[in-house]
C-alpha cells in the first residue's frame, strides 16, 4: 500500500497560519474517522498532535487542529511559532486493519 | 510516569535475526493495542505491525509479513518484535508506541536502531 501523500515541505512566518494537507484513498483517509497527525524534531521521537481527525490529545496548543473532507485531511497550524518548525506526519487507519503514514512535511518558520 | 523504552536494537548480518523488547511503565500494558513504527536513515515513519490487547489478533505491513512477528506478555507488561531474514531495507530506528483507539499512536519510547550490514 502506498503511503498517504503529503507535500515535500511548507513554510510560514511567525504569528501566519499554515496548513498541511494529507491525501489518501476511500480505502483509508476517506473511510474512517481515523487519521492522526504527529510532529517529529529533529533526533527525537514523534508526537501525537491530533487523533480522530480533529481531536487534541491533553497538553497539545489549540493551536493545532485538523480537519477533513473526502479522502484528504488537513492540519493547520495558527500563530505560528519558531518551535513549531519540525517534521509532521499525517496517519490514518485502513480498511486492512493497518496503519498508513504520509510520506512527512518539513515545516520551515522563516 | 507513562513510557515505554525499547531495547535489543544493533548491528546484524542480512540474513539473520534480531529480537527487540519494549518495557512498558505507569499504565496498564493489558489495557492497550500496542504497535512497532520505524523509520530509517533520512526518512519516514512506517508502521511495521501491532497487536491486540490478549495477542488474539496481530496485523504486519506486507514488506514484513512472514520475517517479523510481534508478540507480548503482558504479565512482564512487556511488547516484543522478532526479526528474521533481515534486509538491508530494514535498517532504522524502531519504536514502539502505544495504540490508542483506531491508530492514535499516543506514547513512544525513545527507539533502539537495527543495522543489517555485512
Known amino acids: 500500500q502506498s503511503a498517504l501523500t503529503q507535500p515535500a515541505s511548507v513554510s510560514g512566518s511567525p504569528g501566519q497560519s499554515i496548513t498541511i494537507s494529507c491525501t489518501g484513498t476511500?480505502?483509508?483517509?476517506?473511510?474512517?474517522?481515523?487519521v492522526s497527525w504527529y510532529q517529529q524534531h529533529p533526533g527525537k521521537a514523534p508526537k501525537l498532535m491530533i487523533y480522530d481527525v480533529s481531536n487534541r490529545p491533553s497538553g497539545v496548543s489549540n493551536r493545532f487542529s485538523g480537519s477533513k473532507s473526502g479522502n484528504t485531511a488537513s492540519l493547520t497550524i495558527s500563530g505560528l511559532q519558531a518551535e513549531d518548525e519540525a517534521d509532521y506526519y499525517c496517519?490514518?487507519?485502513?480498511?486492512?486493519?493497518?496503519?498508513?503514514f504520509g510520506g512527512g512535511t518539513k515545516l520551515t518558520v522563516l | 510516569e507513562v513510557q515505554l523504552v525499547e531495547s535489543g536494537g544493533g548491528l546484524v548480518q542480512p540474513g539473520g535475526s534480531l529480537r527487540l523488547s519494549c518495557a512498558a511503565s505507569?499504565?496498564?500494558?493489558?489495557?492497550?493495542?500496542m504497535s512497532w513504527v520505524r523509520q530509517a536513515p533520512g526518512k519516514g515513519l512506517e508502521w511495521v505491525a501491532n497487536i491486540k490487547q490478549d495477542g488474539s489478533e496481530k496485523y504486519y505491513v506486507d514488506s514484513v509479513k512472514g520475517r517479523f512477528t510481534i508478540s507480548r506478555d503482558n504479565a512482564k507488561n512487556s511488547l516484543y518484535l522478532q526479526m528474521n531474514s533481515l534486509r538491508a531495507e530494514d535498517t532504522a530506528v524502531y519504536y514502539c508506541a502505544r495504540t490508542a483507539g483506531r491508530g492514535g499512536l499516543d506514547v513512544w519510547g525513545q527507539g533502539t536502531t537495527v543495522t543489517v550490514s555485512s
Open positions: 505507569g499504565f496498564t500494558f493489558s489495557s492497550y493495542w
Open positions: 496517519s490514518s487507519y485502513t480498511s486492512s486493519s493497518t496503519l498508513l
Open positions: 476511500s480505502s483509508d483517509v476517506g473511510g474512517y474517522n481515523y
